[in-house]
């Protein structure tokens, strides 16, 4: 296992992911807590413990609170050394494992269309289409997000988002990808008929801002803009743990033992 090595992986390894919170969390503050319980006690250590050693490369939760329930419970992007290799490890006995547990803690059932499924996709290149629901990363450069500075922003529209609302938000991505500030090596977005979440990384410090979304920021209400602090996971899933120290709208970037990769 490695911790300070960097492993940089292409800007298409990582599950862009978006969870809603299973029925049984739903409809009280109570049963909010316990679902965020669980997420610190259990489901976010759990998941850098047991995909580490299958190639997990970076884990960046966060857990949301914002009173929309069409807005997530929880988003985050799970970074592995490639594709091939998240979809290896979801066929080992501890990658099923810990797929089934996702069942437990989530909402995945489509029965009710008021009620959000969740979801996790891979993303493409952005082009000349930001559709909607559908991840996008913006540069072919192979990034490690474990270091540096993530940002995250997440917004919430003041009307159902309209095809003038996205194409406001495509032409300011586009924007940032033929010139980016200076720094900025990696972003990831995703746009929903309610919200719009971006993570932009950098070297060393957040480089991309809900400012920076010139034409579309004031059709939005900034729910989350904020630095990704780390936070330390045990190695091991025998080591004793109350729950990790994360609060509602604090993303983090879990830092864990990374298995080496071969030279």
Not at 204 to 233: F, H, M, N, W, Y
Request: aromatic residues 10%; contains cysteine; negative net charge.
């Amino acid at each position: 296992m490695d911790i300070e090595t960097h492993i940089k992986v292409a800007p298409d390894a990582v599950r862009v992911w978006r969870g809603f919170m299973a029925e049984r969390y739903r409809g009280s503050e109570k049963g909010a807590a316990k679902f965020r319980q669980a997420l610190c006690e259990v489901f976010i250590p759990l998941t850098a413990q047991a995909m580490a050693p299958l190639g997990l490369t970076a884990y960046q939760p966060t857990i949301l609170s914002d009173g929309d329930p069409l807005v997530p419970d929880e988003i985050a992007l799970v970074f592995y050394e490639s594709g091939e290799t998240y979809k290896t490890a979801s066929k080992a006995t501890l990658g099923k494992a810990y797929g089934m547990l996702h069942g437990n803690v989530f909402n995945f059932s489509r029965a009710d269309e008021a009620v959000p499924w969740s979801t996790s996709a891979f993303p493409e290149k952005l082009g000349d289409e930001l559709a909607p629901d559908k991840p996008y990363y913006l540069f072919d450069e192979e990034v490690d997000w474990y270091h540096g500075a993530t940002e995250l922003y997440v917004g919430a529209w003041h009307e159902p988002v309209n095809q003038d609302s996205l194409h406001c938000v495509r032409e300011a991505l586009t924007g940032l990808q033929g010139d980016p500030p200076a720094g900025l090596d990696g972003l990831i977005a995703v746009a929903s008929p309610r919200y719009l979440i971006i993570w932009s990384h950098g070297a060393d410090e957040p480089v991309c801002e809900s400012g920076l979304l010139a034409g579309a920021e004031d059709r939005l209400r900034t729910v989350v803009c904020k630095q990704a602090r780390p936070i330390d996971v045990p190695d091991s899933m025998w080591d004793q743990l109350c729950a990790l120290d994360i609060d509602v709208n604090d993303p983090v970037n879990t830092r864990f033992p990374r298995r080496r990769l071969p030279t």
